[in-house]
Every structure is written in C-alpha cells, then in structure tokens.
C-alpha cells in the first residue's frame, strides 16, 4: 500500500511464509513487515525513515528503525544511513552506521569517502552487501568498522568508470569477522583487528535505453586477520 503524505510517500507491505508439512506439525512461518515513509523526495534532497519487522519462528526476530539522508549542495554531497535494532530474544540493542561525504571536482568527476561500522550481533537481513562491502563479498555487516574512499567518472553519456577502495576491521577484537551471510566466523585470528583493504574497479557501458553492460575488476589484500595463526 502506498500513500502521499506531506512533501513524500507513506509505503506499507506485509509478506507472510507458511512451510506446511502433511506429515508433521510445523511451526516455522515467517512474517515480514515494513513502513517506510519518504519524508523528503526533491531532486537533491532525500530523507526517508523506515521500520521493519522480521519475525521468524525458528530464528531470531527482529525490529529495525532506520533513517536515510542524502544530499548535495554546489559541489559537496552527502549520504547517510543508520539503523538500530531491538533483538526481542537476547534484549540485544544492535546498529549499523554509514556515512558518506563527496566532492563534484567538475561535473563528469566526483570523488566521495566514508566510515561504516556495524555491530558485534547486527543482523544485516536485506541489505545490498555489494554497495558497503565490495563485489567479492569476504565480509558481513557484522562486528565490522571500516573507512572506504574512490571517485565515479563519467567519461561520456555512455561511458562510466568507477573506482572504490575499502578497508575493513574487525569492531570489536576477539569476536572475529563474519562471512558475507553472516552465517559462521571467517577462519583467522580474532586477536588481530585488520580484516584487509579491497579495491574494485568498474567499467559501465550504457548500450540504449534498457541495456547497461559492465565490466567489473576487483582483489583483496588479506590483513593480519588471516596471516596470523588461525582459530577454530
């Protein structure tokens, strides 16, 4: 359902799983829902506000309240997101910060750079891992701090090239670094804090109207976290 509120958008969708079973009592449904209210949608000023509710009957249930916020003013950009998390089953309060600062050197040019962390049980649910951290998908917005730079260059209306450098850490040492689903720990030693730096780069080819072709180069340079002796 979608609403016109104000100067934005008032959305709401529920989803609802149900895995029956003809030969035994199941009790595992999962229910989803969200609102999600654009508060302030111009063309360079975005505000949006949401919260979401993730309930599954075998995992853990959640509630997320979160904001985005972006902007740009002359030449200075800005992009922000940051979310808190009720864990009703642990009582757990949980987060995840984002923020992102840009510079248009001219209009074909912008460089940007930021800072994200993420806490020690944070359950990314949805989120587009590519976007925060990387294309070769080695982390999981968990127990994960990190600084990441790199500039978008519009060569011409067809070609685009993109440039992104990332530096990961562990939050908190002696947790360890997650995978990106956040399923299990990555093997290493959890007492080093240097997770690794990844650097990728971008080729967009913009072919018409509904074909965008992309040719994409990205490596990680492994940090301390896994040159060291290992844990289980």
Known sequence: LSFELGRGDLDFAYAKVSEGSDIVSTNDDINLAFLYYKIIKEKDLNLDAYIIH??????DEVWALGSRYKGQKRRWGWRSEIILQSLPQTNDIEHTIDLEGSFLVKSSLRTFFGWTQSS?????????RHFYNGMIDIVGRRNLEGFFAGTNYKI?????????????????KGIGAYDQ??????????????IGNEFDLSLHFQKNKYENLT??????????YFTSSPQA
């Open 54 to 59: 993730n309930n599954e009957r075998q995992g």
């Open 120 to 128: 020690g049980r944070y359950n990314q649910l949805y989120t587009n």
């Open 156 to 172: 011409d209306d067809r070609w685009k090239l993109n440039f992104k450098w990332m530096n990961f850490n562990q939050m908190h």
């Open 181 to 194: 689903a956040v399923a299990s720990l990555i093997n290493g030693d959890r007492n080093n804090s240097d």
């Open 215 to 224: 040719l994409g180069l990205s490596t990680f340079l492994h940090g301390d």
